[in-house]
């Protein structure tokens, strides 16, 4: 049995085994385990890329490059971290508000199978697997966000579901025009649709039809990026989940969706020679990042807040890959590996004030700092961090990432500064009072579990001080790949 | 080259029909039409999947044929209209528009379509571009069935026509995707259904209503 399919397959056992287990105890214990499981997996296999560069599996139905590896681990990562989380934190829940025991097997299961949807369309070759893989991924956590069954978490998980079914549908439409052109290149099989293949032969794709492929794909994924106009699900689904589910929704999903645009931006580039992809995805990018940070000033929910903080990122990362020179795309990836990190920390961190407080309300919840010292500390540093204060990681990537748009858009920078300026502004207004001020009296005092808040933040912190040379030259590696493919330098 | 052209000929008819029936889905007044048009299109492209199977010798095909008639043309209907009638819902459609003006915007979307085609049809492919102009305007009119219906019901068979338009396009356009795919596809719909139908039961118990402006209105109470 190699890394590679030990890797794949323990979610998808994990979840049919928790689907059964009815003690709490174990059930959380064993999500952990299999979560260990496939980060074990995923670090075996990142191991055989690095020395190998890159990697097929079951005769090229799977690839690895130093591209999506870094996402794998991080999913695998960020998957297992959750996991530690959520263990107390579900319990607590099960107790306050009164989950049926049923629902927290649903739950389990529902994460594992999340976890093995997002890997799938991480390694697939296939860009038919990639969408049927994030449908997967996002059928698990319609699921999970409507785990409470309140009536705003209900209603919020059908609004999840008919605008991302809508945008998906979209997508698929995309990927069958593109099967439409290289059909008659590559045959009418699995060749057609298979990554690797298509790379090859990009250039003698069809311009026109992977334009036009491109926008329903730009418009199809992007609402699963959730970059504006087409966000509208993503604050609901993240302020009426369960909190795991919030930090995977935003340090995961999102993700997915954004390496799946980028890798047929690749394809669309090649087949077209121009960059009107990139500018199109410039242009999504920047709308975002604007709309979303002036919205984050209108919010109440903590939970809403912050995950308008994580829209108005997407959208910074988005403009990156469309900018797509080998500088801006290695900001990105950064970008993306960092963001990741700190707002899966922060809305673990929000997590536990939103039960200390028993609210999820910003007026509820005051003096953190005074009442949970960990909590309020944990806020402090996690905003400062996704702000983008200089020793963090999100400073280093957001640097590079000037830098590269002055050197190919420079009228842009203004419009960037402006965008993270209103959202530093917004993010401190609300945090501040929530840190600093008198507690109220209805707090309690919970058991929280900052550990894996401090290991992300941690490794935040370490990105931003000194990045590995092989984690560099992985970058660095998947900057040269995908910035190729836009002829914009090797 | 005869069966090339009867295979167009068939194709280019389907299309037709899956277009009026789009338009017919758009414009019904009573619940349990909609749903008679929608089984009659999982019937359609069942049907437009087996006659190309058959034209363009693919067995793969006749599995999909035979999946999309049992899921499309009878489980599915047969599932949504068990719901109605179980759970009363009014027998009425109720829309945010009004029939004639969705009419009118459906017709300017099957232009808007046939103008987006027009780079595809420069391309020397023998496969016309009608067919995919009208593949993408039933895409985008099951859209606007369920952006403009407010039943939680009709908005799902907004969404499963637009299934069943994706379906048309992949054997209309190219023949038919690879069968990893469409069977991928048809799991993740049936699952899908399936998600619907728990919703449909959540909404009722926390609701009393399937009605999403009644849902948004009790949420904001």
């Given amino acids: 049995m190699n890394w590679f399919m030990f890797m794949l397959l323990s979610p998808l056992i994990g979840g049919i085994i928790l689907a059964f287990v009815r003690h709490k105890k174990w059930a959380s214990t064993i999500n952990i385990s299999f979560s260990g499981l496939t980060f074990v997996g995923s670090l075996g296999l990142a191991l055989k890329v690095l020395e190998q560069g890159s990697y097929e599996a079951l005769e090229g139905l799977f690839f690895l490059d130093s591209y999506n590896v870094i996402i794998v681990t991080l999913t695998a990562f960020v998957a297992l971290t959750t996991a530690i989380f959520s263990g107390p934190y579900m319990r607590f829940e099960w107790r306050h508000r009164k989950l049926p025991e049923r629902r927290l097997r649903l739950y389990h299961t529902m994460y594992q199978l999340f976890i093995f949807g997002m890997l799938l369309g991480f390694t697939t070759n296939n860009i038919g697997v990639m969408w049927i893989a994030l449908e997967l991924a996002t059928l698990a956590t319609v699921l999970l966000v409507s785990l409470y069954r309140t009536p705003g978490s209900i209603a919020a998980a059908w609004k999840y579901f008919m605008l991302a079914g809508m945008g998906i549908a979209l997508a698929f439409f995309g990927t069958i ?23 090859k032969h990009a250039t003698e794709l069809e311009p026109s039809v992977m334009m036009m492929a491109f926008a329903f794909l730009m418009v199809g994924y992007g609402t699963k990026i959730g970059l504006v106009p087409m966000h509208a699900w993503l604050p609901d689904a993240h302020a009426e989940g369960p909190t795991p589910v919030s930090a995977v929704l935003s340090g995961l999903l999102l993700n997915l969706a954004l390496y799946i645009l980028v ?11 121009t960059d009107k992809a990139g500018h199109i995805m410039i242009a999504f990018g920047i709308l975002s990042l604007l709309v979303a940070a002036l919205s984050l000033h209108n919010q109440r929910d903590i939970k809403r807040m912050f995950s308008f903080s994580s829209i108005e990122h997407m ?17 990105g990836l950064i970008h993306m590996t960092v963001h990741s990190l700190v707002k899966s920390g922060i809305f673990f961190t929000v997590g536990h004030a939103a039960q200390a407080m028993g609210s999820q ?19 402090l540093i996690g905003t400062a961090a996704i702000a983008g204060f200089p020793p963090f990681g999100v400073f280093t990537s957001e640097f590079l990432l000037f830098s590269a748009t002055l050197n190919s858009y420079p009228w842009l920078i203004f419009l960037l500064l402006t965008g993270l300026l209103i959202a530093f502004v917004g993010l401190f207004r609300f945090v501040q009072p929530m840190v600093f001020a008198e507690p109220p009296d209805h707090a309690v005092i919970i058991k929280a579990n900052m550990l894996p808040v401090y290991i992300h933040f941690g490794l935040a ?6 990045i590995p040379k092989f984690l560099a030259d992985w970058y660095q590696q998947a900057a040269t790949l995908i910035s190729a493919a836009s002829g914009g330098g090797v | 080259m005869m069966l090339e052209s009867m295979l167009q000929e068939t194709i280019s008819v389907a299309a037709a029909l899956m277009l009026l ?53 009878a489980l599915l209907p047969w599932l949504l209209w068990r719901i109605i009638r179980r759970m009363h819902v ?20 099957v232009i808007l379509s046939f103008y987006v085609a027009i780079p595809i049809e420069r391309m020397s492919h023998n496969v016309t571009h009608n067919t995919l102009a009208i593949a993408t305007a039933t895409v985008f009119i099951g859209m606007l069935m369920m952006i403009t219906r407010q039943k939680a019901i009709t908005q799902v068979v907004g969404f499963l026509s637009i299934e069943n338009a994706l379906f048309f396009t992949a054997i209309g356009a190219t023949q038919g995707m690879p069968m990893i795919v469409e069977l991928g596809v048809a799991f993740d719909v049936l699952i899908a259904a399936i998600i619907f139908g728990l919703f449909f039961t959540h909404m009722r118990t926390t609701f009393e209503s399937l009605d999403l402006n009644v849902i948004q209105e009790k949420i904001k109470r």
Avoid: C
Avoid at chain 1, 321 to 329: D, E, N, Q, S, V
Avoid at chain 2, 41 to 56: D, M, P, W
Avoid at chain 2, 94 to 108: D, F, H, K, Q, R
């Fill in chain 2, 90 to 109: 009014h027998r009425e459609v109720e829309t945010t528009v009004n029939l004639p003006v969705s009419m009118l915007i459906a017709l300017g979307i």
């Fill in chain 1, 315 to 331: 959208g910074l990362i988005t403009v990156a890959f469309g900018i797509g020179t080998p500088l801006a795309i290695f900001a």
């Fill in chain 1, 361 to 379: 309300n910003m007026d509820q919840i005051r003096g953190l700092i005074r009442h949970h010292p960990g909590i309020g500390w944990g806020l």
């Fill in chain 1, 177 to 199: 025009l593109i099967f439409f052109t290289s059909s008659s290149v590559l045959g009418h099989g699995n060749e057609a649709l298979t990554w690797t293949l298509l790379f």
């Fill in chain 1, 263 to 273: 890798r047929f931006k690749m394809l669309v580039d090649m087949a077209t020679g």
């Fill in chain 2, 21 to 73: 029936i789009s338009f017919a889905l758009l414009a019904q007044h009573r619940m349990l039409a909609v749903l008679h048009w929608f089984a009659a299109q999982g019937i359609v492209l069942a049907l437009t999947t087996f006659l190309v199977a058959v034209l363009s010798d693919q067995k793969e095909l006749y599995i999909s044929a035979i999946l999309t008639l049992l899921l499309k043309g």
């Fill in chain 1, 461 to 466: 912190l370490f990105l931003g001080l000194y």
